[in-house]
């Protein structure tokens, strides 16, 4: 049973600057919900119990968020504002949480590596803290179902383009179902014409013990960084990898225009913002057009 998660949540964000040199990324809301909050949810929903985040510098906000807070609590029940009094515990009551410092940003391998004594000797899930899955199963839980048959890692992907595959990490391997691919070859980046297939690293995993040793061995490369997928490539051949392709959407909050749009998009699925918000973008549409 997996029953334990690691989240990165340690970089910088760089691309979300100003509004990032004093507010984690993952902290940016999806309407009025941090994006880190619907992350650790999608744990949660898929039957996970402990939680290590992986912090770094400037990310005392996240630690915050799911603690409590009396003070708010206490004024929320004095104005008798009850459902918001409970959907504030529910943030603090929705796993245990712990927390590591990476002390430096040497990339994503790295910052899971801080997980080792959190995980032990278990297998363990991670989410990335700036990608939001919207699916009616929690894209976890089908990495977990594989893994429970298949008992191997797994990596969920997503199809993309083909003129965009060497923006990703992209698998290769043997199909067993349309969902699911025995991987023989990790790719990052590869070169238009030399990739594999079209199926992209969506940001979640579910990785086995080895993972860390493999970690400790692979050396830093572009921007003087440990990648997760040079390690697992390590791996290839000494131990099962399977890609689950993801039943749902991804939502990567890494761009500026990709948050605008999930905005939009959690906006227009919301009963109190959908037909107001639709109204004023068909008005700004036509608008534009004249």
Same mark, same amino acid.
């Given at each position: ?12 964000? *760089? ?19 941090? *994006? ?171 990785? *086995? ?82």
């Amino acid at each position: 049973m997996i029953k334990k998660a690691v989240i990165p949540a340690a970089g910088f964000g *760089t691309r979300f600057l100003p509004a990032t040199k004093s507010q984690p990324k993952e902290m940016l809301p999806i309407i009025d919900t941090p *994006t880190i909050q619907y992350v650790v949810q999608e744990a949660v929903d898929s039957g996970i119990e402990e939680i290590l985040i992986i912090t770094g510098k400037g990310k005392r906000a996240i630690i915050d968020h799911f603690d409590r807070n009396f003070e708010l609590e206490q004024r929320l029940l004095e104005k008798q504002e009850e459902a918001l009094y409970q959907q504030i515990r529910q943030i603090s009551d929705m796993a245990n949480i712990y927390y590591v410092h990476q002390k430096e940003l040497n990339g994503l391998g790295d910052a899971v590596s801080y997980g080792k004594q959190f995980t032990g000797n278990e297998p363990f899930a991670v989410l990335l803290g700036d990608t939001v899955m919207e699916s009616v199963i929690p894209v976890t839980q089908q990495l977990i179902d594989i893994y429970n048959q298949y008992e191997g890692m797994v990596i969920a992907v997503e199809p993309v383009p083909q003129d965009k595959v060497n923006r990703y990490g992209i698998v290769g391997g043997r199909a067993i179902i349309d969902s699911i691919m025995e991987i023989d070859q990790l790719i990052e980046k590869p070169e238009l014409g030399e990739a594999p297939s079209n199926l992209a690293i969506a940001g979640r995993y579910i990785l *086995t013990p080895e993972i860390y040793e493999s970690i400790k061995i692979t050396p830093k490369k572009k921007n003087n960084e440990v990648q997760l997928t040079d390690a697992m490539v390590n791996l290839l051949g000494k131990k099962k990898f399977y890609s689950c392709t993801i039943e749902g959407k991804r939502h990567d909050i890494g761009s500026k225009l990709d948050f605008l749009k999930t905005n939009i998009e959690f906006a227009l699925k919301r009963k109190e913002f959908a037909k107001p918000l639709l109204e004023y973008l068909t008005q700004l549409l036509e608008e534009k057009k004249g």
